[in-house]
């Protein structure tokens, strides 16, 4: 047999071939496995709602450390202020023990009893024993007082060192919240920045589509509620009717009219706009505010957030509130949503992050979120979680 010959190994230029086309092949697939589809205007609009809810459950709690922050300021300023107080009064007593000291060092310098024996005058000399037993009567009572001063000074320093170290923690806080927010309104801006004017035109338009498609449930709603209770209220008042005609004898001459006659309130009647008080005050500083810009973490006079326009709304009737829409939610009574009144504070999500004022006819006058203004909106719109009235 003859021998095999060997394949012959490939040349250079096949090799360059080869490695070009396996590079290009890995490329080719490499790019397909990272390529991702366009986000939709869907997409884009979910995640920018969903970015804005975070950032403004993060601004609530933002505000909550502010105004923590600001009670424990106010604390370290009464405690310091104390300490100084307290450093002033011990300075007086050291003052006070250094004389009665130096006047006790200078008559205690030689036996009482040889006193007595050397001097001319007995009589005087017992008058300035009396005075002598009166200085170290004193000495004890101030040493006495100065350990006690000593004691509650001490103590002040520690809870003002202790106050001083929340101060800190509560700031700490406060600029962890504050990247947060920032954090979440950038990525919001981001995805926004992304599409074009028409696309961002669009997501306007559902996003005031649905608002509108909300506030039509909910009217629709409250009208067929409203016509249930219009047609058990004229039950009502018929049956009162035949009640009383049964009732009449002839010897009266014009029945009284029942009191059935008189139609029972439809509990999801709205209320009529206040005409006075503090309804009336809370409301029509509420209306005044249409318009001017959402401020995340402000409470005016010339922006606000949800829970720092409904402050200043109630700060206008002379009401405070805290700062807060969860604490807000925490304040006075209350009420059903078929009993809301202008001027009550209504609330949204599971957490309450969310505050609005009442102004009647299923409407409240809001701050939304950033990049948004003030604005009247159905209360229907948001999950709705209760209604208080402070």
């Not at 991702?36 to 205007?41: G, M």
């Not at 009893?113 to 050397?118: A, N, T, Y």
């Not at 001017?292 to 709304?313: E, I, M, N, Q, R």
């Not at 209350?334 to 202008?342: E, F, H, M, S, T």
């Amino acid at each position: 047999m003859g021998k095999r010959r060997k394949p012959s190994p490939p040349s250079r230029a096949r090799l360059a071939v080869l490695t070009t086309a396996v590079a290009g092949s890995a490329v080719l697939a490499s790019g397909a496995a990272r390529a991702e589809p366009a986000p939709t205007l869907a997409s884009v609009k979910e995640q920018v709602d969903r970015l804005n809810e975070e950032a403004e459950q993060a601004i609530e709690r933002f505000n909550g450390f502010q105004e923590k922050q600001q009670k424990l300021q106010g604390e370290a300023n009464r405690i310091q202020e104390k300490v100084a107080r307290g450093q002033d009064a011990m300075n007086e007593l050291r003052t006070q023990l250094g004389v009665v000291g130096a006047e006790q060092y200078r008559n205690n310098g030689i036996d009482p009893g040889v006193q007595l024996m050397l001097d001319s005058d007995p009589a005087s000399y017992l008058g300035r024993a009396s005075v002598q037993d009166q200085v170290a009567g004193s000495w004890t009572s101030l040493l006495k007082r100065a350990q006690d001063e000593q004691r509650k000074l001490d103590q002040e320093r520690a809870e003002a060192t202790a106050t001083l170290a929340d101060l800190d923690a509560v700031g700490a806080s406060l600029n962890a919240q504050k990247n947060e927010i920032q954090g979440k309104l950038a990525q919001s801006e981001a995805l926004l920045n992304k599409l074009s004017a028409e696309e961002r035109a669009k997501i306007n338009a559902q996003e005031a589509a649905d608002k509108a498609k909300a506030a039509a449930q909910q009217a629709a709603a409250a009208e067929r509620a409203k016509a249930a209770e219009k047609e058990a209220a004229d039950k009502a008042k018929a049956a009162a009717k035949e009640t009383a005609g049964k009732a009449a004898t002839p010897q009266t001459a014009a029945p009284q009219p029942p009191a059935a006659n008189t139609p029972a309130p439809v509990a999801n009647t709205p209320a009529p706009p206040a005409t006075g008080g503090r309804a009336a005050a809370i409301v029509q500083f509420a209306y005044a505010q249409l318009g001017k810009p959402y401020g995340w973490s402000k409470t005016g006079p010339s922006s606000f957030d949800c829970s720092g326009l409904t402050g200043a709304a109630y700060r206008a009737a002379d009401v405070s509130l805290p700062r807060t829409s969860q604490e807000q939610w925490k304040v006075g009574t209350r009420i059903g949503r078929g009993d809301l009144q202008p001027g009550d504070l209504v609330f949204f999500y599971p957490d309450l992050h969310h505050v609005g004022v009442y102004i009647g006819d299923g409407k409240m006058i809001h701050a939304p979120r950033t990049g948004k203004n003030i604005e009247v909106l159905s209360i229907g719109v948001m999950p709705y979680m209760g209604a208080v009235r402070p």
